[in-house]
Nanobody, 128 residues
Framework: QVQLVESAGGSVQSGGSLRLSCTASRYMLNGYCMGWFRRAPGKRRVAVAIIDQYDTANYGDFVLGRFTISHETKTNTLYLQMNSLKPEDTAVYYC??????????????????????WGQGTQVSVSS
């Protein structure tokens, strides 16, 4: 039901920073989360960062200490601040909105595909 529109990604050198945004068509409901997933070439789509209505955040181990997820309530906008980018961060990044239980479970390998709404995807490229 919710529509998600992502900002453009970008191309940066290793060690650089990017900020992604995603605007939702409605506010975050109780028990629902928003998050960022990514899909590298030849790989499955995996969770990067998740946030709930209380601003409690969870991250994939591979981005801990480098990425920060946040949500601006009045504009229904989700952000992902990416610092110290590495070539292995190169991927298409997707914004999602869906039930918190299933989305958080994806961080330990459960398949979240089919449970939420998705943005169109945006390319992030990090060169050596």
């Amino acid at each position: 039901q919710v529509q998600l529109v992502e900002s453009a990604g970008g191309s940066v050198q290793s060690g650089g920073s990017l900020r992604l945004s995603c605007t939702a068509s409605r506010y975050m409901l109780n028990g629902y989360c928003m998050g960022w997933f990514r899909r590298a070439p030849g790989k499955r789509r995996v969770a990067v960062a998740i946030i709930d209505q209380y601003d409690t955040a969870n991250y994939g181990d591979f981005v801990l200490g480098r990425f920060t997820i946040s949500h601006e309530t009045k504009t229904n906008t989700l952000y992902l601040q990416m610092n110290s980018l590495k070539p292995e961060d190169t991927a298409v990044y997707y914004c999602t909105a869906g039930p918190c239980q299933e989305m958080r479970s994806s961080l330990r390998g459960f398949n979240y595909e089919g449970y939420g709404s998705w943005g169109q995807g945006t390319q992030v490229s990090v060169s050596s």
